[in-house]
């Protein structure tokens, strides 16, 4: 078996408790910046921003904050009216992104997250939050965007609303230190299929979380709204397969997955000794970095991909 000295992708995950705490305290420097309450808003990125965008949509608009959807850059629907458009990008040179800020520029507000000051988005957007201190060495995202999504959810809180069962930025800052420290049980990391689930704004973690695994380890993984789950993708689960869960569970999930002999984890249900449900996700950043080492891959250049999707001119 290949061995690898610690990875970026390692560290970075490590830092995540310190770079959340950093961007909850910069929330409300960036409120000219952000959707302001009662703002129809659209969020926009690809791959992992995208999945992101979409959990902090379900967050701002089931706290109240207004209407707010979540779109692909590549996928958004320009004839549709809003008050902003916030487009998430951690290099700052995503062509889709870059382009539909473009598009848009002039007919409604823009700001872009991003990691890197230097970049093309920097003028392509109204406004910009940079979060260099969250930056990443590692093809695979993890703290930037879980620390985009940290900042997004610290000015809802600081705007008064945040949806039922949903922690304080402060709260989850100290579950991303007990994610790191949890052991890993044997059977995750021995298991050959994970279905990842969530509900409302968890969904969004779910998406991410199946596509960590699958970025880094090669992992056979699919995503769901839990509800969704015993419409079908039941049939995939069994022995050695796990479905994994973020948030509070549907009744009787935990059961339907025991009866097909799968393992059923949830470790953030939202009572004592839980962990918030992005803290949660850290959990599975983890385990994908171990499950590629495991399998000789190396977590900080995983196969087929680059850290930034630039593209050229299109064909004639």
Same mark, same amino acid.
């Given at each position: 078996? +290949? ?15 310190? +770079? ?27 791959? +992992? ?268």
């Amino acid at each position: 078996m +290949t061995t690898f000295e610690t990875s970026r992708t390692s560290v970075e995950i490590a830092s995540q408790p310190a +770079t959340w705490s950093q961007a909850a305290r910069s929330a409300g420097s960036h409120t000219d910046a952000l959707p302001r309450r009662g703002e129809r808003v659209a969020v926009v990125g690809c791959g +992992t921003s995208w999945f992101m965008a979409h959990a902090y949509a379900q967050l701002r608009e089931s706290g109240g904050h207004g209407e707010t959807d979540a779109f692909a850059a590549s996928e958004f629907p320009l004839g549709r009216a809003y008050d902003r458009v916030v487009a998430l990008t951690r290099s700052g040179t995503t062509t889709e992104v870059v382009d539909l800020l473009a598009k848009l520029k002039g007919s409604v507000p823009t700001t872009a997250l991003t990691a890197d000051p230097a970049t093309p988005v920097m003028t392509a957007a109204d406004h910009a939050v940079v979060l260099d201190f969250a930056d990443e060495e590692s093809v695979v995202q993890t703290r930037f965007a879980t620390t985009a999504l940290v900042l997004l959810r610290a000015h809802l809180e600081a705007e008064g609303t945040l949806p039922a069962g949903v922690r304080p930025v402060a709260e989850a800052v100290q579950d991303a230190r007990l994610a790191l420290d949890t052991p890993l049980a044997a059977e995750l990391s021995g298991a050959d299929q994970f279905t990842f689930l969530g509900t409302g704004w968890t969904y969004g973690l779910a998406l991410e979380a199946g596509l960590k695994m699958r970025e880094a380890a090669g992992a056979w993984t699919e995503a769901y709204p839990a509800m969704e789950y015993r419409h079908g993708p039941i049939s995939i689960t069994g022995p050695g397969r796990v479905a994994w869960l973020f948030g509070p569970a549907p009744q009787g999930l935990a059961d339907d997955v025991a009866r097909v002999g799968g393992l059923f984890r949830q470790a953030s249900g939202g009572g004592s000794g839980s962990l918030d449900p992005l803290a949660d996700l850290i959990l599975v950043q983890r385990l994908a970095v171990l499950l590629a080492e495991a399998r000789g891959y190396d977590p900080d250049r995983p196969r087929n991909l680059t850290r930034s999707v630039i593209l050229g001119p299109a064909a004639a």
